[in-house]
Structures are given as structure tokens and as C-alpha cells.
């Protein structure tokens, strides 16, 4: 079993940013993958960006050239710094490990862009 636990959300203006931080309870080694999804009122849970063994990393189109996702295997965690942040970035913000066969939730952290 693997915990994960979010932190670094808050309410920010349009244009500002925010660091998540996705902190694990075992190596982040061991997972295939580690990643954010976030879902918003009333919508489906989406993709946001992830980061694979080898620190290959994709992204949603929505997030691209304005979040990055980066890890630090010492500290077993990893990191979403948000920059340029919109009204529609706006969403509960979940940690997902996929160690196959099994993946991992986190309970999320709220991120609220608004002025």
C-alpha cells in the first residue's frame, strides 16, 4: 500500500503560480509512473502531466509551456510548478502512482485562480 499526500494548493490570481507537491510513503522508484489528474465542478476528472521511470514526462495540450512536472527520489516526491495560471485551471488537484498491477490516489488539493 502507498499513501500519497498533496499539499501546495491555495487561491492564486490569473497569471500567478503554485507549486504542488506530492509526497509518497515508499520510493517513488519503485512506481512506472507518478503524475497529476484534477477535476473540476461538475466535470470529469483529466489528465494533467506525468513523469515516467527515465524522467520522460508528458502533458495535457491545455498545460503545456506553462506547468512543469519534476521529481526528487530522495525526498520521494514529486512536484507540479504551475506559471501562467488561468480561471480554467481552476480544480481539486490528485497525485496518481501507477506501480502495475496497482495505482495509487491521493486525496487532492484545491487550486482556486481567481481575482
Known amino acids: 500500500q502507498v499513501q500519497l499526500v498533496e499539499s501546495g494548493g491555495g487561491l492564486v490570481q490569473p497569471g500567478g503560480s503554485l507549486r504542488l507537491s506530492c509526497a509518497a510513503s515508499?520510493?517513488?522508484?519503485?512506481?512506472?509512473?507518478i503524475g497529476w489528474y484534477r477535476q473540476a465542478p461538475g466535470k470529469q476528472r483529466e489528465f494533467v502531466a506525468r513523469?515516467?521511470?527515465?524522467?520522460?514526462?508528458n502533458y495535457a495540450d491545455s498545460v503545456k509551456g506553462r506547468f512543469t512536472i519534476y521529481r526528487d527520489n530522495a525526498k520521494n516526491t514529486v512536484y507540479l510548478q504551475m506559471n501562467s495560471l488561468k480561471p480554467e485551471d481552476t480544480a481539486i488537484y490528485l497525485c496518481?502512482?501507477?506501480?502495475?498491477?496497482?495505482?495509487?490516489w491521493g486525496q487532492g488539493t484545491q487550486v482556486t485562480v481567481s481575482s
Open positions: 515508499r520510493s517513488i522508484l519503485d512506481s512506472y509512473f
Open positions: 496518481n502512482m501507477g506501480a502495475p498491477p496497482l495505482t495509487y
Open positions: 513523469i515516467f521511470r527515465g524522467d520522460i514526462t
